[in-house]
Each structure stands twice: as structure tokens, then as C-alpha cells.
């Protein structure tokens, strides 16, 4: 009777080992960009649609759109468009990896205490 629980608690032990060493592997391997972190935010390009076809612009208007086209290529001269996108995703990674740990913790010590009794 007492050899149930002391297998049912390695078995849980070895589970939760096995949840920790997944998300510092995947982990590795995302930060030394073997692989991809999992695309939760997207940059999706849109495409301005002028609401002034078949009209002519004016002066005006045609400074200010050159002006926000020169701005634009500033910022992504600057500032890559993918690189904010990644950086999220890669926190976001973190903090699943965290709960995977955090987790796999709680079940290896759960297989602990059953291992005890």
C-alpha cells in the first residue's frame, strides 16, 4: 500500500522536473535565437487609403503628407518596426516561462510530499 503514493510522488516529481527543464530549454533556445518566441503581438501593416481621390491637393496638404512621409522614414531609420513587437513578445515569454516554473516548483513539491507520506 505504501508503494502507490511513493510512485504516484516520483512520477509527480518527475513531471514537474520535466515542466522546468521545458521552459528553461525553450527559453535557451529562444534567447540564443535558435528559435522564435511565440508571436503574440503582430505588427500589421495598414494601408492609407486618401479619403481625397480624384481631387486635387492642395499646397497644403501636399507639404503635410511629404512632411509625415519624411517623419515616417525618420522614425524607422531610428527605430526598426519589428523591434517593439519582439521585445513585447520576448517579455511576454518570460512571464509564461515564470508561471512554467513557478508551477513545475509546486508539482515537483507536490510528488515530494506524496514521496514522504
Do not use: C, H
Request: hydrophobic content about 50%.
Amino acid at each position: 500500500m505504501t508503494k502507490i503514493p511513493k510512485f504516484l510522488g516520483w512520477a509527480i516529481f518527475f513531471i514537474g522536473l520535466g515542466i522546468i527543464f521545458w521552459a528553461v530549454f525553450s527559453s535557451y533556445n529562444i534567447f540564443t535565437a535558435k528559435s522564435q518566441a511565440p508571436d503574440i503581438f503582430k505588427v500589421v501593416e495598414e494601408k492609407v487609403t486618401s479619403a481625397t481621390k480624384g481631387k486635387t491637393l492642395t499646397a497644403q496638404e501636399e507639404i503635410q503628407k511629404e512632411l509625415q512621409n519624411a517623419m515616417a522614414e525618420q522614425l524607422k531609420g531610428l527605430l526598426p518596426a519589428d523591434t517593439l513587437p519582439k521585445l513585447l513578445n520576448l517579455i511576454s515569454w518570460s512571464i509564461f516561462a515564470g508561471i512554467l516554473f513557478f508551477g513545475g516548483t509546486q508539482i515537483a513539491g507536490l510528488g515530494i510530499r506524496l514521496m514522504k507520506s
